[in-house]
């Protein structure tokens, strides 16, 4: 193999440079001195790999690392962040001085890679399982960087022991703990919380120590599932930390949790500037009801309960809201969860697509209550959104007032069972069992298609509701339970209950008639 041929069979076969080593870490390569083939050295022209860089460490697919890059662990912003994702989410140790870091964020495994001079093209993606990727990257260390990572932390190589401590140089840098927060740290939006964990607790404490300094008062250490868990809670707190940790405009972050964060910070300064709001009494509801002895009460929180809108069974109202002013309404509301458009929309729904409660509230996020007062009308009165009167047919209906009619007949007076009419009606058992039942379809006043004694047998609004027995009636069943039959039969014959059967065989009713016997 000429020159000319090594020149393009090196093109063909890499993306290195000419002259580049082929580990990626961008130095240049010693010149052969003379042909050998299995090398694949060419004499006069550059060899593959730097010296130590080609064989086992290729076969592990290490690279090595920049030379200077443990030694700016302490005194760059990039160094400490990485280090910070290192302690949690990485690994540094043995076998083979090997500095590894897998994550699903590939924006954060890249900025690492650079930091210790790799190029993008060193971080692999590595299919998990259950549609997961993780991005992983993998770099050796010589024995001068692991002497200087040893006397920085304090650690000696080897897999994690939960011991890990914090350098003491960087106890109290903003940048390392941002690093530790994007690696096994959480951001949640709803509470506001913002944790830490670690299988160390000597780890965990440095990290109160840490809020200690930013004048945060931290929580006590929670263990859950083998893990060490701090968090701050407290709004006012929590924007401390985020000022501290993620600034607008920090270039070394994990770029979800610094999303999360910029919203979390927004939320945290709504509450801040609630709390900071001085608390005026109102003096009226916000129906214009005032507030004189006996016309409201007091709430466990020292809040007050208009009695005025109470009795004329409209929702109460919590009166106290984030300003003086107490005539807000709709989304200018302080316990408004909901849009007018979301609001109109749920109206809609209810009313003229016929979606039940539960499910809207459950797509709009909010209790049934509150759809349920939205709807009648006793909430956002203010939409002039007009509540239409009951319908003789539900939106949801699939039946006619016909259909209904006559399976109710068929029912009771044919004996159909429900699983015929269901099937020939193409509904289901449950819905053929609320109607012969009388739990809907009430308007259509179903029990008064029935004879007169079924009526009766059904406990229909026109019969009575407890039937008496005449004295015939009453001589015939004690004639017939002193014969042997049982008094249940009896009853069910009498069309009465088995209480009444009972009550006459002991001489509690019709006493007359056990006398003459």
């Not at 954060?108 to 210790?116: E, R």
């Not at 929580?219 to 868990?229: A, E, L, R």
């Not at 047919?393 to 269901?422: I, P």
């Not at 017939?480 to 002991?506: C, I, N």
Request: glycine share 8%; hydrophobic share 35%; with cysteine.
């Amino acid at each position: 193999m000429n020159a000319s041929e090594y020149r393009q069979w090196w093109a063909e076969n890499t993306e290195e440079p000419y002259g580049h080593c082929w580990c990626g870490c961008g130095k240049k390569t010693t010149i052969a001195v003379c042909n050998i083939a299995p090398r694949g050295w060419v004499a006069g022209e550059p060899i593959k790999y730097f010296p130590n860089h080609g064989g086992a460490a290729i076969k592990r697919k290490n690279v090595f690392a920049d030379e200077v890059f443990t030694k700016e662990w302490a005194v760059t912003q990039a160094g400490a962040w990485t280090l910070g994702v290192l302690m949690t989410d990485g690994f540094i140790g043995n076998p083979y001085r090997r500095v590894t870091l897998s994550m699903t964020d590939r924006d954060v495994v890249v900025q690492a890679a650079k930091v210790m001079g790799l190029k993008e093209h060193a971080v692999r993606p590595v299919d998990k399982g259950d549609d997961k990727t993780q991005y992983v990257f993998a770099v050796g260390m010589t024995r001068e960087q692991s002497r200087q990572y040893t006397a920085l932390t304090g650690l000696e190589l080897g897999p994690k022991s939960g011991k890990e401590l914090t350098p003491k140089c960087l106890a109290q840098n903003a940048d390392f703990w941002r690093g530790a927060i994007d690696g096994d740290g959480s951001i949640l939006l709803n509470l506001p919380k913002i944790s830490f964990c670690s299988s160390g607790v000597k780890f965990v404490e440095q990290f109160q120590a840490f809020l200690v300094s930013l004048g945060i008062k931290p929580t006590s250490i929670i263990v859950n599932g083998g893990m060490y868990v701090a968090h701050v809670t407290n709004a006012r707190d929590c924007l401390t930390l985020l000022d501290a940790l993620y600034p607008p405009g920090c270039t070394w972050r994990m770029q979800r949790k610094y999303e999360s964060a910029q919203k979390l910070r927004v939320e945290c300064e709504r509450v801040v500037l609630k709390q900071d709001t001085p608390y005026v009494p109102p003096t009226a509801c916000q129906r214009g009801h005032e507030y004189v002895r006996g016309s409201y009460s007091i709430t466990k929180d020292g809040r007050k309960y208009c009695l005025v809108c109470k009795a004329e069974k409209r929702v109460p109202i919590n009166i106290d809201l984030e300003a003086a002013d107490d005539d807000f309404s709709g989304v200018e509301h302080g316990n408004a969860k909901l849009t007018e458009e979301q609001v109109r929309h749920a109206f809609s729904q209810y009313h003229e697509e016929g979606h039940s409660q539960e499910r809207i509230a459950k797509s709009l996020g909010v209790d049934r209550k509150t759809i349920g007062f939205i709807v009648t009308g006793e909430t956002w009165q203010h939409l002039g959104m007009e509540v239409p009167e009951k319908k003789s047919e539900h939106a949801n209906a699939r039946l006619t007032e016909e259909q209904v009619k006559r399976l109710y007949v068929e029912y009771h007076v044919e004996g159909r069972t429900q699983k015929e009419l269901a099937d020939e009606l193409g509904t289901n058992k449950a819905t053929i069992g609320y109607i012969v039942r009388g739990k809907t379809w009430t308007h259509l006043d179903l029990p008064s298609l029935l004879p007169g004694h079924l009526r009766e047998k059904l406990g229909a609004p026109q019969a009575k509701k407890k039937r008496a027995l005449t004295e015939a009636e009453a001589k015939e069943i004690l004639r017939r339970v002193k014969a042997g039959e049982s008094q249940k039969s009896l009853a069910r014959e009498f069309r009465v209950s088995p209480a009444a059967v009972s009550m006459l065989v002991a001489g509690k009713t019709h006493r007359h008639l056990q006398a003459a016997a």
